[in-house]
């Protein structure tokens, strides 16, 4: 049976399904015989609920389930006929004027669009590189001795100096009145770490135990605090107590503390240079990803379907409410969310994800089971016992299917790196982490 498809607009298309009334009545009468069986109704055996009264009770639900999916079934065969390529769901209404002893139906839906790219020998990327250094070693093996620091309590005449932990009491006012989060009893913290406000570790910089200072502290315009940001405040502070920080020799003793096997300073250099050359492959791989995908779209042309961007939409919205409730948020499913607010994201994630399967139908570039094999491997290297790792991703194919998005991902990466013009970047360690 031929079907005719009109379009409408771009990517929309709208076509006319027509039902016999007779195969409806039908299908539900089968389904009301059926019920009857196993209804249950006051007043009557279990499978001796006479039809009349079943049909009265269901019949209604039972039509709507049948008219649904019939009209389902027949939309799907007809756009299977037409070879369409149907991006959502469609709407579906009833049509005036069917012919006798026939339903008709209005199906308006989108397609998926043609996706065309261009030469990407045209496309430019700058491809950045990075290396691991000592110097970067010894700073990492710096922060891990910060961590497992301690502290002893400095002489009474000794003066707050950096590095030392100082525990005060404080109370600041805004003209004149306290505000929240102003005031503190027994507050620690390291001087010169960047734990407080410049202005505040200025002040507590260099008194002794026992000595109170008021000084003006003015808050910055972008302060998380937004009641304060951009004013000026009036603290008080007192000091009560400075211990001098002591950091661990760097030794086997601190080797083993840490969990390195051989339990020697070479192997724990050998360890954080492992764990920083992996997260320095994170990194650039995440980096030069994008950037091939933002060259990949600039290269694209395709118009985005509606239903798939709002798919994308809502998505995004209940993503959002669900991370709205895990932080405490009450009602956030009353919480108004307004779908503009990720609308240019939607549409980006869309249009990259059309193109990005183009390229990978087009070019081949689907996930092989040995590229499948070594990424999981390679995710479950960095943890203790990478075998149960890998039985972990294993056990569940949805988890196996975002490994297999991940290899797509560099494949083709790959693959546009090699037609792309590439100019190479050699970016410094603190530069790649700092971002």
């Known amino acids: 049976m031929a079907v005719n498809v009109e379009t409408l607009e771009k990517l929309e298309r709208k076509m006319t399904l027509t039902l016999p009334v007779e195969s409806i009545q039908s299908e539900v009468d089968a389904r009301l015989r059926k019920l009857a069986r196993t209804v249950k109704m006051d007043g009557f055996r279990p499978g001796k609920v006479p039809m009349s009264v079943v049909a009265r009770q269901y019949g209604y639900s039972v039509q709507y389930e049948v008219m649904n999916d019939k009209v389902g079934e027949a939309f799907f065969n007809a756009a299977n006929e037409a070879n369409l390529r149907v991006a959502g769901q469609p709407t579906i209404t009833e049509k005036e004027g069917a012919p006798e002893g026939q339903m008709a139906f209005d199906a308006v839906f989108e397609v998926f669009p043609e996706v065309k790219i261009a030469d990407l020998a045209t496309a430019e990327i700058e491809k950045v590189a990075a290396d691991v250094s000592d110097e970067a070693i010894e700073r990492t093996i710096d922060i891990l001795r910060k961590q497992r620091r301690s502290f002893a309590q400095r002489a009474k005449d000794a003066a707050a100096e950096d590095g030392d932990r100082v525990t005060i009491d404080f109370a600041g006012k805004i003209d004149g009145e306290p505000f929240e989060g102003g005031k503190a009893e027994d507050f620690q913290f390291v001087v010169g770490e960047g734990q407080m406000l410049k202005e505040f570790e200025d002040a507590v910089r260099g008194m002794k135990v026992g000595e109170s200072k008021t000084f003006p502290l003015a808050f910055p315009e972008d302060y998380h605090g937004k009641d304060v940001a951009g004013k000026t405040a009036d603290f008080m502070v007192t000091v009560s107590k400075i211990e001098a920080s002591h950091l661990p020799e760097v030794n086997e003793q601190l080797a083993k503390s840490l969990g390195v096997a051989d339990g020697t300073v070479e192997g724990l250099r050998s360890d954080i240079r492992k764990n920083l050359e992996r997260e320095v492959k994170f990194r650039l791989n995440q980096r030069n990803k994008q950037a091939v995908m933002d060259a990949l779209v600039a290269k694209a042309e395709l118009d985005i379907p509606k239903s798939s961007v709002q798919a994308e939409i809502d998505r995004m919205t209940q993503a959002t409410r669900a991370d709205l409730k895990a932080r405490g948020i009450k009602d956030v499913e009353k919480l108004p969310i307004p779908e503009d607010t990720f609308r240019p994201q939607a549409e980006q994630r869309v249009r990259l994800g059309l193109v ?79 971002q």
């Not at 139908?361 to 089971?369: E, F, S, V």
């Not at 056990?395 to 494949?411: C, K, S, T």
């Open 356 to 434: 990005v399967a183009e390229l990978v139908k087009t070019q081949n570039l689907q996930a092989t089971p040995e590229q499948l094999k070594a990424q999981v491997e390679e995710l479950a290297a960095s943890y203790e016992k990478p075998d149960e790792v890998v039985r972990y991703y294993y056990a569940d194919n949805r988890r196996l299917a975002d490994v297999e998005a991940m290899v797509i991902e560099n494949n083709v990466t790959d693959y546009v790196l090699k037609q792309a013009k590439v100019t190479d970047k050699a970016l410094g360690f603190d530069e790649l982490m700092g």
